[in-house]
């Protein structure tokens, strides 16, 4: 019983996925706040375009 305690707290497996889950979470959110802030540019752009069409 105490070996099996022992492995399960020198397992560091579920501590690097959730590392790497964070790592994914910040890449998202910031790839989210860079696409919306293109889009918005961009709409302003076409809108502009458009204007002077």
Known sequence: MLAILSKL???EE????IEYGLIA???AVAAIAAF???GT???ATFNNIA???
């Open 9 to 11: 707290v020198e397992n």
């Open 14 to 17: 579920g501590a690097t996925a």
């Open 25 to 27: 979470a910040l890449i």
């Open 36 to 38: 919306q802030l293109v």
């Open 41 to 43: 540019n961009l709409s």
């Open 51 to 53: 204007g002077q069409l």
